[in-house]
């Protein structure tokens, strides 16, 4: 089964980019360091629920 996870910028909350995970059960959240259009530069991503 995949799953779709949001990602958010950790700086202005923005919600950028989704990510398909196709492990069923994932414990660890997931940080990508991205760019945000929002902020103007690459910042971390975190997963939101």
């Known amino acids: 089964m995949v799953k779709k996870i949001v990602l958010s910028c950790v700086q202005c909350g923005n919600r ?6 196709s ?8 940080e990508r360091k ?11 991503h975190k997963q939101t629920l």
């Open 16 to 21: 950028n980019y989704t990510v398909s995970v």
């Open 23 to 30: 492990k069923e059960n994932v414990t660890i959240r997931i």
């Open 34 to 44: 991205k760019y945000c259009a929002h902020c103007n530069v690459h910042t971390l």
